[in-house]
Structures are given as structure tokens and as C-alpha cells.
């Protein structure tokens, strides 16, 4: 088995339509900076434009929104006039005393473990891309495809939230209040859904080489 290059798409003139999914092969009379899809007729590119650029200016954002969410209440309860204001730490520790362990480590999970992990994991995949460093193609992969699929997951702290708003209303012996952290965790939760949009996978494979998992010919 002898270890050669491989022939990319890219350098085959085939593009992925972002659209509708379809390979198209350019002829070399195309013009680059204007292709069209002969089926849905949305501009082709051969990578997201400004792939990197946008990721970075979106993973930036959320971890500037990320101190202001842990670090200011996310609820006001207040019981016959009595108000307490909780950070998500603050309500994982209160769930984790009052015995809702469970409730507590999901709450931890969701709200504060996953959010975490894909701010570090987009700044690994970009770093990765930017500085072309020597990481497994199929690893970084893989770990994209979890960012992108557990994104969702980030949200439900704040469907609990929307959830009691809405439904604990009992004038003056009971209210809950969003409070301004939760403004800041839905940023963060946004902005890194679509800084996972925004980035490109292939750039990970476009400096892939056999030697660190690149694909193989013999």
C-alpha cells in the first residue's frame, strides 16, 4: 500500500449544491464567481464564502455573552413579596439541596456543560482550520457533526423558563420573572447554532494529508 494524493472535488470542478444537494461538474469555460445550479439555479460555491470569518465573528460573540449568562440571574421568584434571584449555577446548587438531583444534572448539563463544550469545541475546529494543524480530518468531523446535532439541546433551560413564566401567575403570592441572564444565555445558544451553520466542514479535509487521517489511495 503506497501512501499518494488523492483527487479532490474541488480539484475534479465538481460543487455541492447548498440547496438542493445536487453535484454539478463545471465545465472550464464556468466563470467561478458566478455559477448557478441547473436545477434549483442558487449560487454555487465550491466553499461557504467567508466561512471562517463569520464563525469566528459569531463564536466570539457567544463567548462574550457567555460571562453575563452565568454571572446574572436567569429567574426572579418571588413568594408572597419575598424575590430571589438565580444564576443557573445558583439553581443547579438550589435543585441539588432540595434532593432533585436528577433535575440538577440536567439542568447543569444543558444550561452550563454543553454550551461550554461547543464554544471550546468551534474554537478547537477553527483554530484546527486556521493554523492547518496536524489533528485527525475524521475526529474534527465528527466532533463538528456532534456540535451540530446537540445544538438544540442547549435551549431547554430556556423552554423551562417560558414554561413557569407562563403558567406560575398567581398575583401576589407567586411570580416568575425571566431576568437579564437569560437574555444573554439565549444569545449565547443562538449565536452558536449558527456559528455551526456557518462553518464549513470541507475546510477541515482541504488540508488533510494520509499521515494524519486523510484518505488513502494504493
Not at 452565568?70 to 413568594?79: D, L, M, R, V
Not at 413579596?81 to 436528577?102: C, E, F, H, R, Y
Request: with cysteine.
Amino acid at each position: 500500500m503506497s501512501t499518494k494524493p488523492w483527487l479532490t472535488a474541488q480539484q475534479a470542478q465538481l460543487i455541492v449544491c447548498h440547496e438542493c444537494h445536487k453535484v454539478c461538474r463545471l465545465n472550464n469555460h464556468h466563470s467561478t464567481v458566478d455559477i448557478r445550479c441547473p436545477r434549483c439555479h442558487s449560487q454555487l460555491h465550491s466553499r461557504y464564502p467567508n466561512s471562517l470569518a463569520k464563525t469566528w465573528a459569531l463564536t466570539l460573540t457567544s463567548l462574550i455573552l457567555f460571562i453575563p449568562a452565568n454571572t446574572y440571574p436567569i429567574t426572579k421568584i418571588a413568594f408572597f413579596g419575598n424575590g430571589q434571584a438565580d444564576t443557573i449555577m445558583s439553581g443547579v446548587i438550589a435543585l441539588a439541596k432540595a434532593g432533585m438531583i436528577p433535575i440538577a444534572a440536567v439542568v447543569f448539563i444543558a444550561s452550563i456543560a454543553v454550551p461550554f463544550l461547543k464554544l471550546l469545541g468551534l474554537t478547537v475546529l477553527l483554530l484546527s482550520v486556521q493554523f492547518k494543524w496536524a489533528l485527525s480530518p475524521h475526529q474534527r468531523t465528527l466532533m463538528y457533526r456532534m456540535i451540530e446535532w446537540i445544538g438544540r439541546w442547549s435551549m431547554l433551560d430556556l423552554f423551562v423558563i417560558a414554561t413557569l413564566v407562563a403558567l406560575v401567575r398567581m398575583g401576589n403570592l407567586a411570580t416568575i420573572e425571566a431576568g437579564v441572564g437569560a437574555g444573554a444565555f439565549g444569545g449565547v445558544v443562538v449565536m452558536t447554532m449558527f456559528a455551526a451553520m456557518t462553518f464549513d466542514p470541507r475546510l477541515i479535509w482541504d488540508n488533510a494529508s494520509p499521515t494524519n487521517g486523510g484518505c488513502r489511495k494504493s
